[in-house]
C-alpha cells in the first residue's frame, strides 16, 4: 500500500483537472482498449496500450486529485491490519476490533495480530451504507405521511 502524502501543489492540481477532462473525453465507450502515444523526455514517441478499465481507474484518481485529495490505491486482495481497517471506516480501532469480535467482519489471526480482508471491510461499508439510505428513506416516508414536519 502506497503511503500517504502532502496534498498536491496548486499546479499538480490543474494539471490534475484537465488531464481527467481530456481523458473523460475520449474514454471508449465500447470498452476497448485505447492506444496512446506518448513522449519522452529525450523526444522519444512511445504507443502505449492502455485496458480501458486501467484509463477510467486513471481518470479517477486525476478527479479526486484534481479536487486536491490525495489518493491511496490498495489491491483488493489485500489483507489490512486493524489501524487500516479503522481508518477505512472512518472509526475508532477499538470500535472496528468490536466488529471483528463480534463477527461482523470476518477476519484471521496470524500469532497476536488480526488481519482483515480488503473486500471484507468494503462489503461490510457497503451494507452500512444501504442501511443508512433504507433508514434515510423510512424516514422521509414518515415525514411525509405525518404531514412535512420539517425536518
Given at each position: 500500500m502506497?503511503?500517504?502524502?502532502s496534498?498536491s501543489s ?13 481523458l473523460?473525453a ?5 470498452g476497448?482498449a ?12 512511445h504507443?502505449?496500450t492502455?485496458?480501458s ?5 486513471m ?6 486529485l ?7 490505491i490498495t489491491?483488493?486482495h ?5 489501524q487500516e481497517?479503522a481508518?477505512?471506516?472512518n ?13 461482523e ?12 480482508a ?9 451494507a ?10 423510512d424516514l ?7 404531514g412535512?414536519m420539517?425536518?
Amino acid at each position: 500500500m502506497d503511503t500517504l502524502r502532502s496534498l498536491s501543489s496548486a499546479e499538480e492540481i490543474a494539471l490534475a483537472k484537465a488531464s481527467s477532462q481530456e481523458l473523460s473525453a475520449i474514454l471508449p465507450m465500447d470498452g476497448q482498449a485505447s492506444t496512446f502515444n506518448i513522449t519522452s523526455d529525450d523526444g522519444v514517441a512511445h504507443a502505449v496500450t492502455i485496458p480501458s478499465g486501467a484509463l477510467k481507474l486513471m481518470v479517477e484518481i486525476l478527479t479526486q486529485l484534481g479536487q486536491g485529495n490525495v489518493v491511496n490505491i490498495t489491491p483488493i486482495h489485500a489483507e489490512m491490519t486493524t489501524q487500516e481497517g479503522a481508518d477505512i471506516l472512518n472509526i475508532s480501532r477499538s470500535t472496528f476490533i468490536k466488529l471483528l469480535n463480534t463477527g461482523e467482519i470476518p477476519h484471521s489471526r496470524t500469532g497476536n495480530r488480526r488481519k482483515v480482508a480488503f473486500t471484507d471491510i468494503m462489503k461490510y461499508k457497503d451494507a452500512l451504507e444501504t442501511k443508512r439510505l433504507k433508514s434515510l428513506n423510512d424516514l422521509s416516508s414518515l415525514d411525509q405521511e405525518l404531514g412535512n414536519m420539517g425536518y
